[in-house]
């Protein structure tokens, strides 16, 4: 028995859905948001996210991996919808048209949860202006094998499409964790966990500062850096020397520091 085609009709409603997905609203309410390329495609499929729908063009798709996976969302009952190459284009954002994409939910892990989790350490964020810098920070903190990420209250979005794009796909394997500074406070309090944030005026550099399993880099926004509540739950704060006459750095660069000094302590000893 043929498969039934998707209709022309219901083609023109889903692409509709996806552009509407561009807005943070739309995101929050439907609790999805877009994924196109086939790495995203491919690492949202295996770190077990739920598909929602699949667009895909077989003029533009020239991936037998994700034609593979295409099969199996397909025979898990994920509709399909098969879109000519004009129509993917209309709602893609990358330079060259992959041919695939996809309505997925979003994920976040509960914070007693992930607390529950190993790894290298947390990273935090109180709140990123820049979504292509937020999408860097996800890249390396998976890069770098830090337990999770962390947001503080709810004016960061992962799931915006710079952020997702930016991440290459980083973000799908990481626990992603939505904290106010209270439980955040207490999760310190019952597991020990020691807060350190970056500041420009911390009289300790960032070599100087704890490192493990249980510990979290605490980042504040580009501008105005940490809230009040969140230096008060800081256990301690570094700085990153600055000898030059910059005055500050990239706080995705200024992250990717502090990463790397987590797993440079990591590493067993020559």
């Known amino acids: 028995m043929k498969r039934k085609q998707t209709s022309t009709g219901a083609n023109a409603q889903l692409l509709a859905r996806v552009r509407a997905l561009s807005h943070r609203a739309v995101r929050d309410r439907e609790d999805s948001f877009w994924i196109e390329g086939i790495r995203q495609f491919v690492q949202a499929y295996d770190a077990r996210f739920d598909f929602s729908a699949v667009v895909y063009s077989p003029v533009l798709l ?13 025979a898990a009952g994920v509709p399909r919808f098969k879109v000519s190459p004009e129509e993917f284009r209309s709602v893609g954002a990358a330079l060259h048209a992959s041919g695939v994409g996809a309505i997925v939910r979003q994920r976040w892990t509960p914070l007693d949860v992930a607390a529950r989790r190993s790894g290298l350490g947390w990273l935090i964020v109180e709140s990123i202006r820049s979504p292509g810098n937020l999408g860097t920070m996800l890249r390396t903190a998976e890069a770098a094998g830090m337990t999770g990420v962390i947001f503080v209250g709810s004016q960061c979005d992962p799931f915006d499409p710079v952020v997702v794009r930016s991440c290459m796909g980083g973000m799908f394997p990481l626990p992603m964790v939505r904290a106010t500074p209270e439980q ?37 926004e580009e501008r105005s850096g940490l809230s009040a509540a969140m230096q008060k739950l800081c256990t301690t704060t570094v700085r990153l020397p600055m000898t030059g006459t910059a005055d500050s750095l990239n706080v995705a660069m200024a992250a990717s520091v502090m990463m790397y000094e987590f797993v440079r302590r990591a590493q067993p000893p020559n």
């Open 62 to 74: 020239k991936s037998s991996l994700a034609e593979m996976l295409l099969r199996r969302l397909a």
């Open 184 to 220: 955040l406070a207490t999760w310190g309090m019952r597991d020990g966990v020691q807060f350190v944030g970056l500041s420009p005026t911390a009289d300790r550099l960032w070599t100087q500062g704890p490192s493990g399993p249980k510990v979290a880099i605490v980042l504040g």
